[in-house]
């Protein structure tokens, strides 16, 4: 971490640098570091990064903070994230439904997950469980 520390001194305004470090911390199980690394590259953005709000919903789901994921997953929704991210998003929308107990709203996001990849049983299991 001290190369991370030492490039974002260099150059605290480089998002890349914090995102690189929040993924270091995040594979640590390191989550609130990892969320206060994203937290300070989402402030250095002029406009929505789909995929940085991903990330950061990401470790705030890891943090057990349900209700700020899913603000963030929408957000990242509305703002085109890449294809491939998209049913994750609709993953861990309906798993944080679930962990704040709204069953019934955890099943439209996993049905979406199984619309876009049939195949996974995970989605399909989730949604019958909620």
């Given at each position: ?31 609130e570091e990892s969320t206060a690394c994203l937290e300070k ?90």
């Amino acid at each position: 971490m001290d190369n991370f520390n030492d490039a974002v001194k260099r150059d605290p305004n480089n998002i890349q640098f914090y995102r690189s470090m929040s993924r270091c911390y995040y594979d640590q199980q390191k989550y609130e570091e990892s969320t206060a690394c994203l937290e300070k590259a989402e402030a250095l953005l002029k406009e929505p990064d789909a995929q940085l709000s991903y990330e950061l919903a990401l470790s705030l789901f890891a943090e057990g903070k349900y209700k700020k994921c899913l603000k963030l997953l929408k957000h990242s929704l509305k703002n085109k994230p890449y294809e491939s991210y998209e049913p994750d998003i609709f993953y861990h929308l309906g798993l944080s439904y679930c962990r704040l107990e709204k069953f019934e709203k955890a099943i439209f996001p996993f049905s979406k997950c199984i619309s876009r990849i049939p195949s996974d049983i995970r989605y399909i299991h989730e949604r019958a469980k909620a």
